[in-house]
């Protein structure tokens, strides 16, 4: 009987995270759902990304939270549409939320959609939000072993990003084993290393950005 709810209820946020697929589609919007554990460093990345990206493209965010706005006073300097959606406890976004935010944006007036999800390495995996990509944020000071542990999480990431390589000296850990790791779970998903806080190391991030908008606008 619990099973049957389940089900119903993954079936209803797949038909609506199919329509936010469609929405965005017309409209020609590039859209990346964020996903990591908590603190993994999305925010972080998101400011430098906004930086860089709002000089030459239509920016909007949704930011999911708990409970704060935080995050999205965090991103309140730069001028784009910028929605905050409180979870209120619920540990995922799901895609009647994104539905929702995106009727409070002006999606013919936006390139690229960025939705940073609630903080949890697993309950994100299980909610299609209608997004043309997963980047999943995989800091290595959580361990270079946490794949496999995560699986679904890691499977379903089109990138994984291993985030705060800059901390690795200090800690028994390897970024390379850590790809190696992710390469055993999802042998597709293309992977790079950085660190949210350092520029100089957002290069490759910037250029997946690129060519994936890019791939976008020509469907
Ligand atoms: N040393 C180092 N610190 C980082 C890096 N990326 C993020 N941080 C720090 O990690 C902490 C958490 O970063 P956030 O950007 O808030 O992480 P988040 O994933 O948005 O967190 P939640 O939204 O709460 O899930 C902050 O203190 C960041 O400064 C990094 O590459 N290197
Ligand atoms: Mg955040």
Request: glycine letters at 6%.
């Amino acid at each position: 009987m619990e099973i049957k709810v389940l089900k119903n209820v993954m079936m209803k946020n797949n038909a609506i995270g199919g329509d936010n697929r469609w929405r965005l589609k017309q409209s020609k919007v590039f859209s990346l759902n964020m996903v990591s554990s908590p603190g993994a460093g999305k925010t972080t990345l998101l400011k430098h990304t906004l930086g860089r990206l709002t000089r030459n493209h239509k920016v909007a965010v949704i930011e999911g939270d708990l409970y704060t706005s935080k995050d999205a006073l965090a991103l309140e300097q730069f001028d784009i549409p910028l929605i905050q959606i409180n979870t209120e406890g619920g540990c995922h976004l799901d895609a009647r939320m994104i539905s929702t935010a995106m009727d409070n944006i002006d999606l013919e007036s936006t390139e690229i959609l960025f939705i940073e999800n609630v903080g949890n390495l697993v309950c994100p995996a299980s909610f299609d939000l209608g997004e043309d990509k997963m980047v999943l944020l995989y800091p290595i000071t959580e361990g270079d072993d946490k794949p496999s542990k995560y699986a679904t999480m890691f499977q379903k990431a089109d990138l994984v990003i291993i985030n705060k390589v800059d901390i690795a000296p200090y800690l028994n850990v390897s970024p390379e084993k850590a790809a190696e790791e992710v390469r055993k779970i999802n042998p597709d998903c293309e992977i790079l290393t950085l660190s949210a806080t350092k520029m100089e190391t957002l290069d490759g991030w910037f250029e997946w950005i690129e060519k994936e908008f890019s791939l976008k606008s020509q469907e």
